[in-house]
């Protein structure tokens, strides 16, 4: 089918109007062009959960062992709080948190998990922050950075201790996404992989409207064959010709029968 459009071509303070025709596509299916995720995204870089809610009320690492404080007054634990001394104190808090739960002794500061879990920690703290600032180019970058970088210790970790890889996963909530296969989004290339689908999709459904026709036909062809079966046998008595059918031919066609028609009543 020919559709015309018009495309609008501009010469200096004039405006033209050029028609043209094309060929309009017939196919039963439609492409769409895959949304491309951003490599910033906690679903390209693997984070489950996102950054949680930070408690600005509580003491930064330098102050959250001292005796001073927790008997200090109201306004002097205000001003050694996180809300008041910076954000940056609360995230330090949740690095430490992440730490503590995979380091392997108090003194555990250089290990691969303790870096993977310091990592996820800026990870996820960015991811937040660039939400709320999509303009900061220089926090993308650092942030794609710093996902490349925990990748390429997980892959290590992956292959000299795939059981601590695991447990790694569990405790901080990551899900590992290897390197994928570059493939190339093709327009061409799709359409024929779904007009396979449809095609298959098309086969089937033909395939099983002829399964239906033949299943109401069953009862018909089962009853005929009974009837069938029981005029041979008789003729065959009557012209005293040696007996092909016997009673038992008979009793297991009246049996498919009777099943078919009770297995046609409890669908219905």
């Known amino acids: 089918m020919i559709a015309p459009f018009r495309s609008i071509i501009r010469t200096g303070n004039c405006v033209n109007l050029l028609f043209t025709r094309s060929l309009k596509s017939d196919l039963h299916i439609k492409w769409v062009r895959p949304e491309k995720i951003s490599c910033w995204d ?9 950054l949680s ?27 050694f709080s996180c809300n008041f001394m910076g954000r940056r104190f609360a995230t330090q ?15 555990d ?14 990870i996820r703290n960015l991811q937040e922050h660039y939400k709320l600032f999509p303009r900061d180019k220089s926090s993308k970058i650092a942030l794609k950075e710093i996902i490349d970088k925990r990748k390429k210790r997980l892959k290590f970790l992956r292959t000299w201790d795939y059981k601590k890889f695991e447990w790694l996963l569990e405790k901080l909530d990551l899900k590992y996404h290897p390197h994928p296969t570059y493939e190339r989004v093709e327009r061409k290339k799709s359409l024929r992989r779904l007009t396979s689908q449809w095609c298959e999709k098309v086969r089937e459904q033909k395939l099983a409207e002829y ?15 009974l009837e069938s079966l029981e005029w041979i046998k008789k003729e065959e008595i009557e012209c005293g010709a040696p007996q092909t059918i016997t009673d038992a031919d008979i009793e297991a066609a009246r049996k498919q029968l009777e099943e078919w028609r009770a297995l046609k009543s409890n669908k219905e």
């Open 211 to 225: 399964r239906d026709k033949l299943n109401n036909e069953k009862e018909i062809f089962f009853k005929e064959k």
């Open 42 to 50: 906690a679903k390209k870089s693997g984070d489950l959960t996102p």
């Open 109 to 122: 500061s250089t290990s691969c998990e303790v870096q993977i879990a310091s990592m996820t920690a800026n």
């Open 53 to 79: 809610e930070l408690d600005m009320t509580e003491f930064p690492l330098e102050y959250r062992n001292s005796e001073e404080l927790k008997t200090a007054n109201e306004y002097v634990r205000k001003v």
């Open 93 to 107: 808090r949740f690095r430490q948190e992440l730490i503590d739960k995979v380091k392997s002794n108090s003194l």
